[in-house]
T-cell receptor, first 114, second 113 residues
């Protein structure tokens, strides 16, 4: 099976712009989780989608949103970008829910906000 | 609320020496436990997991971990490290009530030749 893919791999945006990141899970996986990874804060959970419904949400402002399509592909959107949003954004898919099953991670999207 | 503590942010060790990376979690309720590894410029990969059964869990690349319920710990060990083990290691815990993964801050394993 193909692994989790994320596009784009690298992105440079200007403060105030918005960005959309895409994640394609492993075929058959219905759970998709998103994480933000920064040197200072480590790995932080953004949200999890399962069968097109947001099932868990981390402690991030409303500028961060996501959605999942019927084919389980997921997108994450960040509006009104801030310098502090510069990070590696990781997507992970799972057969079951976020924590009960093994999560398979994509390579991440490196977002730089200038 | 559940929390995970990885006691060391960095662990330097000589090649072929043994290593232990420490992980403690806060709640003693029923949990699932995981160790993930992140190689430079890559996503995370599962090393091993404890769901139930034997408290000694063996994973990939010669790693193993022991679940200690009384000490709420899940330390990762390898008897002899190789330069290719250079990576960041993350401990994660989910409790069986909500299945949300809680992550530790990570431990960078630095292998000295």
């Amino acid at each position: 099976k193909a692994g989790v893919t994320q596009t784009p791999r690298y992105l440079i945006k200007t403060r105030g712009q918005q960005v959309t990141l895409s994640c394609s899970p492993i075929s058959g996986h219905r759970s998709v989780s998103w994480y933000q990874q920064t040197p200072g804060q480590g790995l932080q959970f953004l949200f999890e989608y399962f069968s097109e419904t947001q099932r868990n949400k981390g402690n991030f402002p409303g500028r961060f949103s996501g959605r999942q399509f019927s084919n389980s592909r997921s997108e994450m959107n960040v509006s009104t970008l801030e310098l502090g949003d510069s990070a590696l954004y990781l997507c992970a898919s799972s057969e079951a829910s976020q924590g009960a099953g093994e999560q398979y991670f994509g390579p991440g999207t490196r977002l730089t906000v200038t | 609320a559940q929390s995970v503590t990885q006691l060391d942010s960095q662990v330097p060790v000589f090649e072929e020496a043994p290593v232990e990376l420490r992980c403690n979690y806060s709640s003693s309720v029923s949990v699932y436990l995981f160790w993930y590894v992140q190689y430079p410029n890559q996503g995370l990969q599962l090393l091993l997991k404890y769901l139930s059964g034997s408290t000694l869990v063996k994973g990939i690349n010669g790693f193993e971990a022991e679940f200690n319920k009384s000490q709420t710990s899940f330390h990762l060990r390898k008897p002899s490290v190789h330069i290719s083990d250079t990576a960041e290691y993350f401990c994660a815990v989910s409790d069986k009530s909500n299945y949300q993964l809680i992550w530790g801050a990570g431990t960078k394993l630095i292998i000295k030749p």
